[in-house]
């Protein structure tokens, strides 16, 4: 068995060893090692200007503008979402890891490439960019929705830096809660994809940022939305998943979402209806892992991505429902199995895959989501 697979079933050990959850905000203990292999991929692209992948409106010719001169902060690991979540690994595993369980001198690049990136000057012409004309849709959900984390982890954070890192980013949240809070009561359907344009992902991170910052505005709003668009919904077609080009599951990631809205007991019911052929004999095979063919391949590697989100999805499902739910075993063991699947596929060796998968491993791993 290689190291990955051991470092992968390792991590499994950890976050399926014991049925109970850990308490709400807290984060489960991760190995050294493993956090140390996740910091340093982000490490590695965050101020890594190319190869990237310009999600970009040109009003004129003056627009023609390389990344770092668009957007200074966020301008590497590929895009402008890999790189707002590869600063939240940083600083996700500054919080969570323990002083001294990393290799000498890593905290201390992590703060460094932090100090780098969050500067008044750089998050002044960020704004100025979102505020562009014809720009009210970057990024839009997926991107803001990692930004919001990033300032909802510097919130849950009680450490002096992270203090002075949400100030220098305060005036790009305010752009972009305007933006989110505009746009919300205009969305007429809820987007079932599988990739960045998807719903459900991004207002479960939004409610994340509601809770932490202490806006009703915004958790009711998106508690509504989806209220609206998922409360009725039935026998979501879990067979014609995943797409080729997935790394969110459109079934698993609403049923994330609204565990997180409606109360137990009545999530449950719902679950019923919504999810039907979960099964009650604690199997894992009714959940066949994404493959992934050539994961030099900057589209079909997103199955690793989805066997990632997949596996924290169907944990905070069954972590919802009552411990003497029949359906529990199953969604454990299959979260166990893409975990294991996912974790393994996170590496160095192709930038398609290396740019972004850490952060969803770190997003398991710290189960973050919960």
């Known amino acids: 068995m290689s190291i990955r697979y051991l470092a992968a079933w390792a991590v499994c050990i950890g976050l399926f060893g014991s049925a109970v959850p850990a308490a709400a905000g807290t984060a489960t203990p991760v190995d050294g090692e493993l956090a140390a292999r996740f910091a340093r991929l982000a490490l590695d692209c965050v101020h890594r200007e190319y190869p990237n992948k310009i999600a970009h409106v040109l009003n004129s010719e003056a627009d023609a503008q390389p990344p770092s001169s668009l957007y200074p902060v966020f301008y590497g690991c590929f895009d402008w979402h890999s790189s707002v979540h590869g600063h939240w690994l940083l600083v996700r595993l500054l919080h969570t890891v323990p002083p001294g369980q990393m ?11 932090l100090n780098r990136s969050f500067t008044t000057e ?18 839009r959900p997926y991107g803001i929705a990692w930004f919001l984390q990033l300032t909802a982890e510097l919130r849950e954070w009680d450490d002096p830096k992270a203090g002075v890192w949400l100030e220098t980013l305060l005036p790009l949240e305010a752009a972009i809660v305007a933006q989110i809070k505009s746009w919300l009561p205009k969305l007429a359907y809820p987007i079932r994809l599988g990739t960045h344009n998807q719903s459900m992902f991004a207002f479960g991170l939004f409610l994340d940022w509601a809770n932490a910052s202490g806006d009703e505005e ?5 508690t509504e939305r989806s209220l609206a668009f998922h409360r009725q919904d039935r026998n979501c077609p879990m067979a014609y998943e995943p797409s080729g080009e997935d790394f969110l599951s459109p079934c698993l990631m609403e049923a994330d979402l609204m565990r997180r809205i409606l109360p137990h007991e009545e999530f449950a019911r719902w679950l019923d209806g919504f999810l039907p052929q979960i099964p009650t004999d604690g199997s894992a095979d009714w959940l066949a892992t994404g493959i992934v063919n050539d994961p030099s391949d900057g589209k079909l590697v997103h199955l690793d991505g989805v066997n990632l989100s997949r596996a924290w999805n169907l944990q905070n499902i069954a972590r919802a429902l009552p411990e003497d739910d029949p359906r529990r075993a199953a969604l454990l063991a299959a979260s166990r199995v893409h975990a294991e699947t996912g974790i393994a596929n996170v590496s160095a060796e192709h930038y398609a895959g290396s740019h972004w998968l850490a952060s969803f491993a770190t997003y398991l791993v710290t189960q973050r989501g919960w």
């Open 103 to 113: 290799p000498p001198g890593m905290r201390e690049e992590m703060i460094t490439a």
């Open 122 to 139: 750089g998050i002044a012409a960020e704004v100025l960019y979102f505020e562009g004309e014809d720009r009210s849709s970057f990024e």
């Open 218 to 222: 915004m958790r009711k709003l998106v």
